[in-house]
Structures are given as C-alpha cells and as structure tokens.
C-alpha cells in the first residue's frame, strides 16, 4: 500500500470517529453500569414493543444517550436492554431512515455502530419489506440470505468483501427454530432497498424480481454493511408487510403496512425470543 493511500483509509477512520458513535457507545454501557451486552436487535416496524413486558427489561430515551430519534410514525426512539436466555441484549425501539430530511448516513448508522462498541458483536436487523417474489405473501416473515444494494450509498470504507454478510450459521440457527415452532423453514430471500421514501412503480418492483430479488425495502442493508465492515455476525429477518407495487391492484398504504405489522407482532415476537434463546 503507497502512503497516499494509507493517509486516505485512515481518513475514514477519523471521519468515521468523528460522527460520535464511539461516545453513544460509552453513554450505553455507563447507563447499564457494567451489565453484560452481546446483542442487539433492530426493531423494524411492528415490533417496537418487543421486550417492553419483559420483566427486567430497562428503558432510556434515545435522546439521554445522545441517538438520534427517528422521524417516521411507530419508531418510538427508545433503547431497552433485557435478559433473554444467557444473552445481554440491546433493543433499538425506532431507526433512523435514510430517507428523512437532511439526515447524513452516519447517523443513521450511529445505533449499530454504538451497539457493536458496546459489546453487541452479534446483531438481529429487522424489517418491514414488500414483496417482490411472487410466492411472498403479506404476513410472512423470511430470512435475509443476501442484498442488493440500491440504497445509492455505502457505508464503508475501500474494499471491504460483502460475502456472507447474514452470517450462515445465525441462519441455521434460525432455521432450527422455525423448524421446530412451524414445522418447517422460512424461505431465505435477497432484499433490495431503496433510500425511498416513496414505494416503487410496478415496472420497477418487474425490473427487481428479473434482477433476483425477492423483496423490497428502504432500511436495514447499508446497517448489515456497516457491521460486516466491524466483523460483526447480522441475522435479517424481514416481515411481508404487502405485495409489492403492480402485484395486486391499488396503491400500497404505510398505514396499511403498519396493521399488517402489528398483526404480526405476537408471531414476530415468538420467534425472536426463540432464536435469541438459541444463539450461541
Ligand atoms: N417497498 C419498499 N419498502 C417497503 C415496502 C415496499 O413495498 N413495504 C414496506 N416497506
């Protein structure tokens, strides 16, 4: 490597230092004083209240320790942490979309980020997504086997592999659970995302499926990049809000994507308990 290029890669270092997520990680583990931390989930719309009934569970505004709070309806901006299983986990209650206004890609990075720092080398990513495989019915939930990436970002710096990013055995292990509480698999799909914020046309939801997607979103892959980039292991798991555009007449609804969520979440829920109880 030429000096030249050395000084750029640690330029991202210091640009990456800078957007502060090394300090929301200290603010995280003063305010759980030395509570072990190996886990963290990001709870995509539906699941906002996971872990609110469990009975240890703790909760502090993002805000109080420095994260930004997200501007979309059912992102709460709440951080919990809770014992599941042998696991110390971390629960984000609301992401930061790229899509709001004038918000910069670091700090929608700024909760995976500080959660790895934390301690969570491990990390559940979820997310509502439309379907773009024509077998995906709303209500489903399927696994993340691997992206496309039309967010129109990346998140890091040169040149990080993005082989195995949603890390095969937390799969299987996912897979083992569901076996056991369904009798059979999830489907293991390819998410697309978009920055949005609108839904896509019909032409493009053909254009992804011809392209190898199976479902679409607007969150969740410049965060897997993020971690991969740290040496994290990311488990995706996606909930089938809707049909894609174009798949069944009429428009698509956020507030319909929402019901479709909350309708979910009991089942969401389950199962992520039951994969966290698994985990190694
Ligand atoms: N497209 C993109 N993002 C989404 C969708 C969709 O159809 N549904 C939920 N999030």
Not at 94 to 121: I, N, Q
Not at 163 to 187: F, P
Not at 219 to 229: F, G, Q, V
Request: with cysteine; net charge positive; charged share 20%.
């Amino acid at each position: 490597m030429n000096a030249s290029h050395k000084t750029t890669l640690e330029n991202y270092r210091v640009d990456r230092a800078k957007s502060g997520y090394l300090q929301r990680s200290v603010n995280i583990t003063k305010w759980l004083k030395g509570k072990e931390i190996d886990l963290a989930v990001i709870l995509g719309s539906g699941l906002g209240d996971y872990g609110k009934d469990h009975s240890d569970t703790m909760e502090i505004p993002y805000n109080s320790v420095g994260l930004p709070i997200a501007g979309v309806p059912g992102h709460a901006g709440i951080l919990r942490y809770s014992k599941i299983g042998r696991h110390g986990v971390l629960l984000f209650s609301g992401r930061k979309h790229l899509y709001e206004p004038f918000v910069e890609l670091d700090t929608t990075l700024m909760a995976v980020r500080a959660a790895f720092h934390a301690g969570a080398t491990t990390q559940i990513l979820t997310c509502a997504t439309g379907s773009v495989n024509l077998k995906y019915r709303p209500g489903q939930l399927v696994l993340i086997k691997d992206h496309i990436n039309y967010l129109g970002v990346d998140p890091t710096q040169p040149f990080v592999a993005m082989t195995n990013v949603y890390d095969e055995g937390l799969r299987k292990d996912a897979q083992c659970v569901a076996s056991r509480l369904y009798g059979r698999r999830l489907a293991e799909g390819v998410l697309t995302s978009k920055r949005g914020p609108s839904f896509e046309t019909p032409a493009e939801i053909k254009a992804l499926r011809v392209l190898g997607a199976d479902m679409a979103g607007m969150s969740t892959i410049h965060e897997a990049m993020a971690l991969k980039e740290l040496g994290a292991r990311v488990l995706g798991i996606s909930l089938i809000t809707n049909y894609g555009a174009g798949i069944v007449p009429g428009d698509i609804s956020h507030e319909d994507n929402s019901k479709q969520g909350e309708k979910a979440a009991k089942r969401f829920s389950h199962l992520l308990t039951s994969i966290i109880g698994r985990l190694k």
